[in-house]
């Protein structure tokens, strides 16, 4: 890599792919089938090495990884909302898979310090994205039960989408622009699903900020004491 | 476009051999042929640096094929090899070559189609069944045994295959 990036931007966009990888991979073995078992261990696969690429220009991944305290993180809080009903894992899929494919797209095509990352992941992210949108027309579309869910789900994230287009300091990109293709894509969507776009706030009410200032909310020490208890349990083992 | 000097008679052969090697995932195909094997420079006596770039950003085949071209560049005298990864431009499924895009139908995967000049290629165009030949297949799963490729069965046959997808 020729260009360095800037190491706060690289910390957040690394840390989303990361915590979302680490939240997709807790479905092995409990998908609903074998082929949604293998699509999302997959797309937390193809993260995993988003978050690898990006964590490795910051310093050491492992350590960034396994040895960082929650306040120390700087992804959105959407992406450690635990995985609930599948419906859930879905919603969380179409919101940020549609904000990271829009992000990369614009950031390839620039010339900036993420554009060669942003090249190789943007053409994995359109895959997840077209996973999300596929399933959330067959759950919103499909049986009461489903339309139901998918429809809860996608209530109960919406107060996580607004921090998606807080500017990050570092990425240059038009953040309006990106919340406004976002909002425009999502509706979409969702219509096509016979959903309805929720109406509630898209922010909580704290002004302290949120993921990106290292405030989370309460499921994530938890996911991160399972994540990180092996590492801290055995430092510096292999085999 | 840098000017890049001619490959001596020496770094000819060591891609030739680095290019050799099977791909650990797909071993049908070797390095060469899948794309990924970017530059191979000479840096001093037995002093060799590979570029490789990867399939998807996550493969954990990368590393594999790092300690594989390593492994015989050392067997041919290179005492110090250093295999780094490239990520621009990005590894596209067309950098797959014609004789790789072959011996993958030969092994019963189905080989990604051409993209268009511009764009991603329409999902609408149909995959031919590496078993029997048919274009009436139908998609099972986006994501199959490994992140490159796609599940389809062949409405003709039954059977059901892999298709590596466009990238």
């Not at chain 1, 494919?101 to 614009?106: F, K, V």
């Not at chain 2, 070797?30 to 530059?39: K, M």
Request: glycine residues 8%; proline residues 6%; negative net charge.
């Amino acid at each position: 890599m020729t260009a360095t990036v800037p190491a706060q931007a690289a910390l957040a966009l690394g840390d989303d792919a990361l915590v979302l990888s680490h939240r997709l991979g807790e479905w092995a073995g409990h998908a609903p089938v074998l082929e949604e078992e293998v699509a999302l261990a997959n797309i937390a696969l193809d993260l995993l090495g988003q978050a690898r690429l990006l964590l490795s220009q910051v310093g050491d991944e492992d350590e960034l990884a396994y040895l960082r305290e929650e306040r120390a993180f700087r992804n959105l809080q959407l992406v450690e909302q635990p995985n609930g009903d599948f419906a859930h894992t879905i919603a969380r899929q179409l919101y940020f898979s549609t904000y990271q494919d829009l992000m990369y797209g614009e950031l390839a095509s620039g010339d900036g310090e993420f554009a060669p990352v942003a090249a190789k992941a943007v053409k994995e992210v359109d895959y997840h994205r077209d996973h999300a949108e596929q399933w959330t027309l067959r759950l919103g579309d499909g049986t009461e039960e489903s339309h139901g869910r998918m429809q809860r789900a996608c209530e109960a994230l919406w107060r996580f989408t607004g921090e998606m287009f807080q500017p990050v300091p570092g990425v240059d990109l038009d953040w309006a622009g990106l919340e406004a293709r976002w909002t425009a894509s999502v509706t979409s969507v969702l219509g096509r699903a016979t959903l309805t776009v929720p109406e509630g706030p898209r922010t909580g009410a704290w002004a302290a900020g949120a993921g990106r200032q290292g405030l989370h909310t309460e499921p994530f020490g938890r996911m991160l004491a399972e994540m990180q208890h092996l590492h801290r349990s055995h430092p510096g083992a292999s085999w | 476009m840098v000017t890049a000097t001619a490959p001596t008679p020496l770094e000819t052969e060591l891609r030739r051999l680095a290019g050799s090697v099977p791909d650990p995932e797909l071993p049908v195909l070797s390095l060469e042929e899948l794309g990924v094997l970017r530059a191979v420079h000479v840096e001093g006596p037995g002093r060799v640096r590979v570029e490789l770039t990867p399939t998807y950003t996550g493969c954990p085949a990368v590393e594999a094929m790092s300690s594989d071209i390593e492994r015989v560049l050392h067997d041919h005298g290179m005492e110090h090899v250093s295999v780094v990864r490239v990520l621009s431009p990005a590894w596209s499924t067309d950098d797959i070559s014609a004789e790789g895009r072959r011996k993958l139908a030969e092994f019963g995967i189905a080989p990604p189609r051409p993209h268009s000049i511009d764009g991603p290629v329409a999902l609408t165009l149909s995959v031919r069944c590496p078993h029997c030949g048919s274009t009436d297949t139908e998609l099972l799963s986006r994501f199959s045994s490994t992140a490159c490729k796609a599940l389809r069965r062949c409405v003709s046959c039954r059977e059901p295959f892999d298709h590596f997808k466009e990238l």
